[in-house]
């Protein structure tokens, strides 16, 4: 039996890595084998695509349909390697960001093409979507308040994206929203905007009810 593929996304700081690791517990008190990845990266050519992307590892400015297609190449990378391996063998797939962020970013906020997107993600993943997406949906300043916190004792700062203005970030939240009514059955929203405990109650909730 083929396992499932569940991705996380979200606007920055809606939590989605401590809500993955804590679904995998979940999961593995029920003896589910579960890998967790994340997007960019997940694969040694992933991270090196992802120190680009993040952290300005090139001292060059990229353009933007370079950007799209490194985000791409490391998804293709991840998904041969990592995703579609752990699939066969019957594990279960958490996945930080994936195709949809690509259609937030990319698309919604810096303005490409959705079809375009839509159709560089097929060929990336080969057709093969998730079973399911949680959206952990969040405000921005409060998302924004997070990452302060998260930086406040020096260590680490706010990366390529995290820097981008409010309204783009804004324009990523409307493009999540819009994705989760274009695909209604693939999508699930999550209030972010709660405790750690009862974000993650909801999570157990929804997998539990598509599933399991
Ligand atoms: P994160 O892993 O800390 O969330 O950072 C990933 C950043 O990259 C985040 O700001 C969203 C952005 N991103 C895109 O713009 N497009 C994509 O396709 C992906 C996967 C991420």
């Not at 989605?16 to 995998?24: D, G, H, N, P, W």
């Not at 008190?29 to 090139?58: F, M, W, Y």
């Not at 959206?135 to 308040?145: A, P, S, V, Y």
């Not at 009862?198 to 009810?209: G, L, Q, R, T, Y």
Request: glycine fraction near 8%; include cysteine.
């Amino acid at each position: 039996m083929t396992g499932k593929f569940i991705t996380f996304e979200g606007p920055e700081g809606s939590g989605k890595s401590t809500q993955i690791k804590r679904l995998a517990e979940k999961l593995d008190a029920q003896s589910v084998k579960v890998v967790c990845t994340r997007e960019p990266g997940g694969t040694a050519t992933g991270e090196a695509i992802r120190n680009i992307l993040q952290h300005d590892a090139v001292d060059e400015p990229l353009c933007d349909r370079a950007e799209l297609l490194l985000f791409t190449a490391s998804r293709a990378q991840l998904m041969e390697g990592v995703i579609l391996p752990a699939l066969g063998r019957g594990e279960w797939v958490l996945c930080d960001r994936f195709i949809d962020s690509t259609i937030a970013y990319q698309g919604y906020a810096r303005g490409m093409l959705i079809d375009t997107l839509d159709r560089i993600n097929n060929f990336a993943i080969n057709s093969r979507k998730p079973d399911l997406t949680l959206l952990l949906d969040l405000d921005i300043e409060r998302g924004f308040e997070r990452l302060e916190e998260r930086y406040a004792d020096g260590k680490g700062s706010a990366d390529r994206f995290e820097r981008e203005a409010r309204d783009f970030h804004h324009r990523v939240r409307d493009g999540y929203h819009q994705l989760a009514q274009r695909e209604p059955a693939r999508f699930r929203v999550i209030n972010s905007d709660q405790p750690i405990e009862d974000v993650s109650c909801a999570i157990w909730n929804v997998v539990k009810e598509v599933l399991l």
